[in-house]
């Protein structure tokens, strides 16, 4: 392929049918296809952590179901492409909850290219004329790829694409997981994911099970099957790509995946963990039959 061309206003393109026509705003290059928009993200500090962490997106056309140009703050414009219901698992995962300045499908320009930002945006127009709207019954955005893990304030969360692990944290998680123990959810186990943003209050990422006799969810920080943030841990940057990569593989699963044996853990962690119940059952929070039951539990992973 040859050689990607910004565009300029004293040299616009006569039409979007060519590859390599770019659009360079801030924190982000758009680079436009005849049949989608790749968006290229820039790496720097004051590009936000988000961007970073996708690093790029390839939105196909049948994605998306509109597009808009709007004057922005302090001397720019903001070209924006609307994506359709259902059709990017980080957006569903997100459920409204980024900031304006963290939507990964804004690109922000100086206000001198609004003439050329003008012209890809009629360009659009035109050929999402042609495109199906609406909801879409499928995702059409490809889901950030696992293998990911990412540290919440409370334990350890990893994900390999088949299943989700939780590994508790003896300084943040509460009594209730430690006796629950260290958690594996196959992804054929589960039925959605629940991310609340880290900048809000009682931020964390749930797992919702598949099974109908499951109880009803109790706080975060109490339910095995969720992971809390807080004081910097799970930021958006880690744990909603997270949440994307687990929900776009819950809503297009396949078979229950073959549970491979448990690696052998370090002796060194297991003795800490040893420990840590210990001044729980000293301290009157775990019964003397899950002591020893917990501390059985994690001898035999040695």
């Known amino acids: 392929m040859r050689s990607a061309r910004v565009a300029t206003e004293e040299h616009v393109p006569h039409t979007m049918s060519r590859m390599g026509d770019v659009l360079a705003g801030f ?65 569903q995962a997100a459920a409204g909850q980024l ?61 390999d694409g088949t299943s989700v692990q939780f590994r508790w944290s003896w300084t943040g998680a509460s009594s209730a997981k430690w006796k629950a123990g260290d958690q594996s959810f196959a992804v054929a186990d589960l039925a959605d994911v629940e991310w609340r943003s880290p900048e809000v209050f009682e931020g964390h990422l749930r797992l919702i ?36 990569a687990v929900l776009a593989a819950v809503r297009t699963r396949g078979p229950v995946p073959v549970v491979a044996a448990p690696a052998r853990r370090d002796p060194a ?9 210990g001044e729980l059952h000293q301290a009157g929070l775990v019964t003397d039959e899950e002591f020893a039951a917990k501390k059985a539990e994690l001898l035999a992973e040695l």
């Not at 952590?49 to 922005?72: C, D, I």
């Not at 199906?132 to 304030?153: C, I, N, T, W």
């Not at 095995?224 to 949440?243: K, R």
């Open 27 to 91: 924190h982000a290059v758009w680079e436009f296809e005849s049949d989608s928009v790749l968006i290229r993200y820039e790496r720097g500090i004051r590009t936000p952590k988000l961007f970073q962490a996708l690093g790029e997106r390839r939105v196909p056309l049948s994605a998306v179901e509109g597009v808009t140009l709007a004057p922005g703050k302090r001397g720019t414009v903001v070209l924006r492409l609307l994506l359709r219901v259902g059709a990017d698992p980080l957006l």
């Open 269 to 277: 962690d297991i003795a800490e963990r040893i420990r840590h119940l």
């Open 99 to 159: 900031k304006e300045g963290s939507d990964p499908y804004r690109l922000v320009l100086p206000a001198e290219r609004e003439t050329l930002a003008e012209y890809y945006a009629d360009e659009l127009k035109g050929l999402l004329a042609e495109s199906e709207s609406g909801p879409a019954d499928r995702y059409l955005v490809p889901a950030p790829e696992a293998p990911l893990q990412f540290k919440a304030y409370d334990g350890k969360a990893s994900f």
């Open 209 to 244: 099970r598949r099974a109908a006799d499951a109880e009803a969810a109790g706080p975060a920080d109490q339910d095995p099957a969720a992971v809390v943030f807080g004081l910097g841990y799970g930021p958006v940057h880690e744990s909603l790509p997270f949440a994307a």
